[in-house]
């Protein structure tokens, strides 16, 4: 079946440091892979996303790319800030199918 | 450019009463789906809707009903709420099937059930 891991958390930085949150799959076939933001008291919000394999997806200073070698989708980026604080959902979407399958989620927090 | 709004927003309700969450989207968008978040469990997915008049089951149907009559409507009623129905239920729309295609997300709606 389909199903995202994500590290748990939370992961704490200080602003400046350099983050990264791990997020493997199992899919058939060529899912779709994407990491959404939730800040408190909201929704989430699509992040970045890649398509294919060795896409990268980036925005607002964060990274992942899609390495189907590894089956992961790791997000990473070079200088957190503290308003960077929330919870990241690593999701993917089989290929046949517009449906998400989600992470667990894993909340960032970081002091200034 | 409201985009998906979601009521009521925060709801307490007694067990067994129906209670029913409202979904609005004004991009026209083919797809809508219905979302539970729990701690542990990330979200999963309640019902999806294609089109106007196709529903489908999504991972955790039981104890929901939906309908679609309208493309840009999407309600989720919960018929004889319990406790473990608490949850924040998210609604959520995307333009079309295809790959990659970027699912939209209202604001959520916190249903706490006694």
């Known amino acids: 079946g389909n199903s995202v891991t994500q590290m748990e958390g939370p992961v704490t930085l200080s602003e400046e440091a350099f983050l990264t949150i791990n997020c493997t799959y199992t899919?058939?076939?060529?899912?779709?892979l994407f990491w959404y933001v939730q800040y408190p008291g909201e929704g989430l919000q699509l992040l970045l996303k890649a398509t294919k394999a060795d896409d990268k997806g980036s925005n607002k200073g964060f990274e992942a790319t899609y390495r189907k070698e590894t089956t992961s989708f790791h997000l990473e980026k070079g200088s957190v800030q503290v308003s960077d604080s929330a919870v990241y959902f690593c999701a993917l979407s089989p290929s046949n199918t517009d449906k998400l399958i989600f992470g667990t989620g894993t909340r960032l927090q970081v002091f200034p | 450019d409201a985009g998906i709004t979601q009521s009521p927003r925060y709801k307490i309700t007694e067990t067994g009463r129906q209670v029913t969450l409202m979904c609005h989207q004004t991009?026209?968008?083919?797809?809508m789906f219905w979302y539970r978040q729990d701690l542990g469990h990330g979200l999963r997915l309640i019902y999806y809707s294609a089109a106007a008049d196709i529903t489908d089951k999504g991972e955790v149907p039981d104890g929901y009903v939906v309908s679609r009559s309208k493309t840009e409507n999407f309600p989720l009623t919960l018929e004889s709420a319990t406790r473990s129905q608490t949850s924040v239920y998210f609604c959520?729309?995307?333009?079309?099937?295809?790959?990659?295609?970027?699912?939209?997300f209202g604001e959520g709606s916190w249903l706490t059930v006694v």
């Open positions: 991009w026209s968008h083919s797809y």
């Open positions: 899919a058939t076939g060529y899912p779709s």
């Open positions: 959520a729309s995307s333009e079309a099937q295809g790959k990659g295609n970027t699912i939209y």
